[in-house]
């Protein structure tokens, strides 16, 4: 499939999720195949526009990353349309607006999915920001914003009126948040009214689940967020199906890799901003990471945190691994019971 001229293959793509999806995940997303597109965090017009720092940081990407969407959120179509310039600028392949966000504090700022109770506003912004650049603009959406208020079907119209190149939906309205089923018999019936792609998504955990949307339902593509946090190898397994080949299962010892990977990434990000750009090797650990932990070696262990808190799920004794990363005062202790877990297959020691 292709959004604009960008071609996916396969049509499975990482979901963007504030504060998990950062580069060093979708980066490791990428390397184990089968992800057709990585989604940024989201990230604020109007930061962009005034040059935040930190806001700029939510939409750096590497060139592994590739093909890669900015979503950003705002609800000023000026804005919104300068905003896409500068991811424009930043050499992205798509810029992505969302209008999926439950959160209050996004939704009562005129942004998020509150734009879907003003459609013909949506539609402003979209077309602003289509005649703003020359890369897709694609609309990250929900089913609606109650179930009283279940409009995909009327916005994703408007939406390809308004130039965008794709939609994609979360079969769950706003008030739902992430509670019941997703509806993809509603995604279905968006698919069936436009004619560019349609994106489905929500409670795709397995392999199966993903290519299962796709195959006879005129769902072009599927974005999975939760499931994979909890599997990172679950875009390579729906290739394999997809093709007809089973499912590669994945190793505790690859399981144990990643985690390990990822706080290299981590830490390297951390370096380079800290440090002027400064190398440091994947794998080589600082000479300081069995001191307590403190600045931005807290700030990993948080990220590991936060990532277990999906990682674990299903692993047997997953509740023990999540229990000593929280209790982690340093890299070097990290890294420890991420090996004893993973490696030794012995219980993890709390010290």
Not at 20 to 37: E, I, N, P, Q, S
Not at 70 to 77: E, L, S, T
Not at 91 to 111: E, L
Not at 300 to 317: C, E, F, H, M
Request: hydrophobic letters at 40%; glycine letters at 10%; aromatic letters at 6%.
């Amino acid at each position: 499939m292709k959004i604009g001229s960008i071609d996916l293959a396969p049509p499975f793509a990482l979901a963007p999720m504030a504060g998990m999806t950062d580069t060093a995940f979708r980066r490791l997303v990428k390397r184990t195949g089968g992800c057709g597109l990585v989604v940024t965090e989201m990230v604020s017009s109007e930061g962009l526009v005034r040059g935040i720092d930190r806001t700029l940081e939510y939409a750096e990407y590497t060139e592994e990353e590739r093909p890669v969407s900015i979503q950003i959120f705002g609800g000023d179509p000026e804005k919104m349309a300068s905003a896409a310039q500068i991811v424009e600028g930043m050499g992205a392949d798509i810029v992505d607006i969302n209008m999926g966000c439950p959160v209050p504090k996004i939704a009562k700022h005129n942004a998020g999915c509150s734009l879907m109770r003003e459609p013909e506003h949506a539609q402003e912004v979209v077309s602003a920001m289509a005649r703003a650049v020359k890369i897709p603009v694609t609309v990250k959406m929900r089913a609606g914003w109650d179930h009283d208020q279940i409009n995909a079907p009327e916005m994703a119209r408007r939406m390809e009126d308004a130039g965008a190149a794709a939609v994609a939906v979360h079969g769950r309205t706003a008030a739902q948040s992430y509670s019941g089923q997703s509806d993809w018999d509603l995604i279905a019936s968006v698919a069936a009214g436009v004619s560019i792609p349609v994106f489905g998504s929500g409670d795709c955990i397995e392999p199966e689940d993903v290519v299962r949307r796709v195959r006879g339902t005129g769902i072009a593509g599927v974005l999975v967020g939760r499931g994979a946090l909890r599997n990172p190898w679950i875009f390579e397994q729906a290739a394999a199906i997809a093709s007809g080949r089973a499912p590669r299962i994945i190793s505790e010892e690859e399981r144990g890799r990643f985690l390990l990977d990822y706080v290299d990434l981590l830490l390297n990000e951390r370096a380079n901003e800290a440090e002027g750009f400064r190398h440091l090797a994947p794998g080589t650990a600082s000479a300081a990471e069995d001191r307590p932990a403190r600045g931005h070696d807290r700030w990993v262990i948080n990220k590991l945190r936060a990532l277990n808190s999906w990682y674990t799920k299903g692993l047997d004794n997953g509740s023990h691994l999540r229990v000593a990363v929280n209790s982690a005062d340093s890299i070097a202790r990290l890294r420890g019971i991420i090996e004893e877990f993973f490696f030794q297959r012995r219980p993890v020691r709390m010290l």
